[in-house]
C-alpha cells in the first residue's frame, strides 16, 4: 500500500503545469479568484397514450467561487436557486400542476489539473450539503429542490491536445448517503427517509481552438432508483437512463471575462421500461466567468 501511494504521489509530480483547460476542467490558476454566474432553462414532456402526459418548465440560478492555491489545485463552493412546474394533462382525469422550488444543495469542491507534455488529467471532487431537508406538501402540490442528503462526487478525466483540437474523456459518480425527508398529507407531516439515487456518467468530448472554444460532449447518463420512506408509506422513482448531447462555447468579452453559452438535449434510453411513449427534453443556459 505504501508503495503505491508513492508511486501514485510520483506519477502526478512528474506532470508539468503545462495543463490544457477545456469546458470541462476549467479553473483558475495559482493566485486567481474565479466568479461563475450562471442561469438556465429546462424543458421536460413525458407521456403516455392511455394516461396522458407530464410537462415541465423550469429555470435555475447557479453561482460560484473558485480560488486557485496553484496552478494546479483550486477550491471552491457553488450554490444555487432553482424552480419548476410539471403540468399533468391527464386523459380521463383532473389536470394537475406541482411546484417545486428553493436552494439547491451546496457543493463545496476541488479541482485539481495535472499536465505533461499534450497530456492533462483532471480531477473534481465535491461534497454537497443540504440546505434543508427534502420536503413534499400533498396538500399544495409542491415539493423543494435540496435533496436532503451528503453527497460525495468523484469525477475525473483525460485531455489529449493537439494543434487545433483537443480531446478527451471523463467518468463521474455520484453516491448519496441516505438522508431526511417529510410528506405532507391531508394537514398531518410525516417524517421519513430517502436512499439511493446513485449516478453514473460517462462522457466523450471535443473542443476546437478556436476565439469560440466549441465544445461538444456526448454522455451516458445512469441514475439508480430513488425510494422514500414515510412511516408505511413508500415511494420510488425509477432508474433514468440518458444519453445526453451538448453543445457549449466560450467567448472573451474582456481580458479576465467571458461568457459560456450552452444547449443541451437529452434521449431517454430506457423509455420502454418505464413505458413512456413519448419524451422531450432539452435546456439553454448562459453564464458569466470572471476570473480576476
Request: glycine share 10%; net charge negative; aromatic share 12%.
Amino acid at each position: 500500500m505504501k508503495l503505491a501511494v508513492v508511486s501514485f504521489v510520483f506519477f502526478i509530480s512528474s506532470f508539468s503545469v503545462a495543463a490544457t483547460k477545456v469546458s470541462q476542467n476549467l479553473s483558475p490558476n495559482g493566485g486567481e479568484s474565479e466568479i461563475l454566474l450562471g442561469v438556465a432553462y429546462l424543458y421536460q414532456k413525458a407521456g403516455v397514450d392511455t394516461i396522458g402526459e407530464a410537462k415541465l418548465n423550469g429555470y435555475a440560478v447557479i453561482g460560484s467561487y473558485y480560488y486557485g492555491t496553484t496552478d494546479e489545485h483550486a477550491f471552491g463552493v457553488t450554490l444555487g436557486y432553482a424552480s419548476s412546474e410539471t403540468k399533468m394533462d391527464y386523459v380521463s382525469a383532473t389536470d394537475i400542476t406541482t411546484k417545486s422550488k428553493g436552494l439547491t444543495d451546496i457543493r463545496v469542491g476541488y479541482k485539481g489539473t495535472y499536465g505533461r507534455d499534450n497530456i492533462t488529467f483532471f480531477t473534481n471532487m465535491a461534497l454537497s450539503l443540504p440546505t434543508e431537508k427534502r420536503k413534499f406538501n400533498e396538500d399544495k402540490n409542491e415539493d423543494n429542490v435540496s435533496t436532503g442528503r451528503i453527497t460525495p462526487h468523484v469525477e475525473a478525466g483525460l485531455v489529449n491536445a493537439k494543434e487545433n483540437v483537443s480531446f478527451g474523456a471523463l467518468v463521474a459518480l455520484d453516491f448519496p448517503f441516505e438522508g431526511d425527508a417529510e410528506n405532507t398529507e391531508s394537514g398531518m407531516t410525516t417524517a421519513g427517509k430517502s436512499s439511493g439515487g446513485s449516478k453514473v456518467k460517462l462522457a466523450t468530448f471535443v473542443e476546437f481552438n478556436n476565439i469560440a472554444h466549441p465544445n461538444i460532449e456526448l454522455s451516458y447518463n445512469s441514475t439508480d432508483s430513488t425510494t422514500y420512506k414515510f412511516g408505511t408509506t413508500t415511494r420510488r422513482y425509477s432508474d433514468i437512463k440518458m444519453a445526453s448531447l451538448n453543445v457549449s462555447g466560450r467567448f472573451e468579452i474582456v481580458p479576465g471575462f467571458e461568457l459560456l453559452p450552452e444547449a443541451q438535449y437529452n434521449r431517454l434510453m430506457n423509455k420502454q421500461d418505464l413505458q413512456i411513449d413519448t419524451y422531450e427534453d432539452y435546456g439553454f443556459g448562459l453564464a458569466g466567468r470572471f476570473v480576476f
